[in-house]
């Protein structure tokens, strides 16, 4: 069974940086994909970022140039590196994980629980 936990949101100023930190609970490279979507009081769940195990990154055209999706398997942790924050980023933001298929063909979907992230004018 897997767990995902995510951390590092806060309240800031626009222009500010956060980093988010997600924590698996077995490693990343066991994911066929990976990545952090968020969502807005009153709005769809979004991408934000997701990279495949083949190294495809994808971002969506809001954050393009000011965020970055890393990991480090030897934490088992998938990281945000969000830079000059605007007050249209405040959102819960969530990780994602996609599964391997299984051995009877079976794609599973895992999601942490959220962390808030305000940014303020």
């Known amino acids: 069974q897997v767990q995902l936990v995510e951390s590092g949101g806060g309240l800031v100023q626009a222009g500010a940086s956060l980093r988010l930190s997600c924590a698996a609970s077995?490693?990343?490279?066991?994911?066929?994909?990976m990545g952090w979507y968020r969502q807005a009081p009153g709005k769809e769940r979004e991408l934000v970022a997701t990279?495949?195990?083949?190294?495809?990154?994808n971002y969506a055209d809001a954050v393009k140039g000011r965020f970055t999706i890393s990991g480090d398997n030897a934490k088992n942790t998938v990281y945000l590196q969000m830079n000059s924050l605007k007050p249209e980023d405040t959102a819960v933001y969530y990780c994602?994980?996609?599964?391997?298929?299984?051995?009877?063909?079976?794609?599973?979907?895992?999601w942490g629980q959220g962390t808030q992230v305000t940014v303020s004018s």
């Open positions: 994602n994980a996609e599964s391997r298929p299984t051995l009877n063909g079976r794609i599973l979907l895992y």
């Open positions: 077995r490693s990343i490279f066991s994911f066929n994909a």
């Open positions: 990279y495949t195990s083949g190294g495809t990154l």
